[in-house]
């Protein structure tokens, strides 16, 4: 299957800092993406949907302000989220949409590894 | 909201088929039925997909009822690294398109 690839995979860092998490799709252009969230034992949660060249579409309750997406290629998608607090301490997990023979539903999505945020 | 529904966990022993049922009893008509697993701290991994046919791929088999309200998928011999959360999605087509997970079945295989 398609690779995307996602970095870092782990990072920590002092509460009030902003942390960048990159999103790439090696082998395959997506013209959108999606990124996750996920807390311990539970499942994944949308937190927005980033098309290539276009402001993010934020999911209720997910402050934009808070977590900065850029997708400014169709191979790249950031995620920054900023002035870190521990609450925001959680698993992030982006995604990428690989189209498939027909432009309707004949689509994939792939994931990346995931990046683990502690705030201190 | 999630449109799908699973039983919280299962298990299965080793070297049997492991059956996941999954019930969407309010899927539209172009909406398709995704599979993807996630096993511990990684990103979730796609398995099968389809729309009203039964699919089959060398992962698993996708069985989709012919009313289209539920679907089951099998994995025809179940070892221990498919122990995992399996997530069954119907794709959401309201504006743009999204990925809405539920909570998953938890599939134990044991030895």
């Known amino acids: 299957g398609a690779v995307v690839s996602q970095h870092p995979s782990r990072v920590i860092c002092k509460s009030g800092t902003s942390v960048k998490i990159e999103c790439r799709s090696l082998d395959f252009q997506a013209t959108t993406m999606f990124w996750y969230r996920q807390f311990p034992k539970q499942s994944l949660m949308l937190m927005a949907t980033s098309n290539e060249g276009s402001k993010a579409t934020y999911e209720q309750g997910v402050e934009k302000d808070k977590f900065l997406i850029n997708h400014a290629s169709l191979t790249l998608s950031t995620l920054t989220v900023t002035s870190a607090h521990p609450e925001d301490s959680s698993f992030y997990i982006c995604s990428a949409s690989m189209q498939g023979p027909t432009v309707w539903g004949e689509e994939k999505l792939f994931f990346g590894s995931g990046t683990q945020l502690s705030v201190l | 909201d999630a449109k799908t529904t699973q039983p919280p966990s299962m298990d299965c022993a080793e070297g049997r088929a492991a059956n996941l049922p999954c019930n969407h009893s309010t899927i539209s008509g172009n909406e398709y039925v995704y599979w993807y697993r996630q096993i511990h701290s990684q990103g979730p991994q796609y398995i099968i997909h389809?729309?009203?046919n039964n699919e089959t791929n060398e992962m698993a088999s996708l069985i989709i009822t012919e009313d289209r309200k539920s679907s089951t998928l099998i994995l025809p011999h179940a070892t221990l690294r498919d122990t995992a959360v399996y997530y069954c999605i119907v794709r959401a087509v309201s504006g743009t398109y999204k990925y809405i997970f539920g909570t998953g079945t938890r599939l134990k295989v044991l030895a």
């Open positions: 389809g729309l009203k």
